[in-house]
C-alpha cells in the first residue's frame, strides 16, 4: 500500500479510533472518521488532531446496526479519494446486564454493534477494496481472554470477532486481503471510565497497580498495534491477534 492510502475507522470520535486516525495520519494515511449520531464526542476534534500532525481526514455517521449506513461509510472513502484499503472495526458498546436481566432486546443489541457491526464493516470494505487489502477487528480482553461478570453479551461479541477474523482470513487470502484483531487490556476510554458499566475512573485507578506494566494502557498503545497490523510491515500477518495489556494476561495469578 502506498503513503497514500485510505481507510475508515469505525467509533472514531474518541479514545482508540480517534488515537489511530492519527498514527494513520502521521504515516500519510488519509482517514474516513466514523462516528455515530449518538456519540456525545466531537469527531471534528479527531479531524483536527489529524490534521496537526499533517493528515487527512473526514467524518462519516454510521450506525453499524445499520448495513445501508455501513455501506455508505466505506463508499465515502472512494468518493473522497477514490480509494479503500484499510477497515478498522472499532466501534462498540458495553452495557452491565446479569444473565437475569438479560433480556432478547438488550443480548440482540450488543451482538448487532459488538460483534455484527465488524460484520458489516467487512462485508463493505472486502467489496471496495483492491486485492492486498487489510481488515482490523478490536476485540476485548473481556471475551478474547478472560470473563466479565455481568457481561455475558459483551464478552460473547467480543470472543466472536476473533473467530470472524480468522474465518475471513482464510476467505480472502486469495485476495490477498489480510485480517486480523487486537485484544486491548485495560484501557483508559471514555468507555472503561463509564463507572456504571465498566470500571469507572476509581476502578482504573484500583486496576493499575496489579497490572505488570504498573499503569492502565493508553489508546495510543493500542492504535499503534492496530496501524502495524493494517501497515505493510505486516505484510505476512493475518488471521492473528495480538494481545496488548501490559503484561496482564501471562502474570501468574498465584504468587
Request: aromatic share 4%; proline share 5%.
Amino acid at each position: 500500500m502506498s503513503e497514500q492510502s485510505v481507510a475508515i475507522i469505525t467509533g472514531a470520535a474518541s479514545g482508540i479510533g480517534r488515537a489511530l486516525a492519527v498514527a494513520y495520519g502521521k504515516a500519510g494515511v488519509r482517514t474516513v472518521v466514523g462516528t455515530f449520531p449518538g456519540d456525545p464526542h466531537d469527531p471534528e476534534e479527531t479531524v483536527a488532531a489529524v490534521r496537526a500532525v499533517g493528515g487527512e481526514a473526514v467524518v462519516q455517521e454510521v450506525d453499524v446496526r445499520s448495513s445501508a449506513m455501513v455501506d455508505a461509510f466505506a463508499q465515502r472513502a472512494l468518493d473522497e479519494w477514490g480509494r479503500l484499503d484499510i477497515a478498522v472495526a472499532n466501534a462498540g458498546m458495553v452495557r452491565l446486564a446479569a444473565l437475569s436481566d438479560l433480556d432478547d432486546d438488550a443480548w440482540n443489541d450488543t451482538l448487532s454493534v459488538d460483534l455484527g457491526g465488524v460484520v458489516r464493516v467487512f462485508r463493505a470494505a472486502a467489496a471496495r477494496m483492491p486485492d492486498g487489502g487489510a481488515l482490523a477487528g478490536v476485540s476485548s480482553i473481556s471475551g478474547g481472554v478472560y470473563g466479565w461478570p455481568d457481561h455475558a453479551h459483551y464478552t460473547a461479541a467480543k470472543a466472536g470477532v476473533l473467530g470472524l477474523c480468522k474465518a475471513l482470513a482464510v476467505e480472502l487470502a486469495p485476495r490477498g486481503i489480510r485480517v486480523n484483531s487486537v485484544i486491548p487490556g485495560v484501557i483508559e476510554t471514555a468507555q472503561t471510565q463509564d463507572a456504571v458499566n465498566s470500571f469507572g475512573v476509581d476502578g482504573l485507578a484500583a486496576a493499575g497497580p496489579k497490572i505488570p506494566a504498573g499503569r492502565v494502557g493508553r489508546p495510543e498503545e493500542v492504535a499503534e498495534a492496530l496501524r502495524f497490523l493494517t501497515s505493510p510491515l505486516a505484510s505476512y500477518i493475518t488471521g492473528q491477534q495480538l494481545i496488548v495489556d501490559g503484561g496482564l494476561t501471562v502474570q501468574m495469578p498465584i504468587s
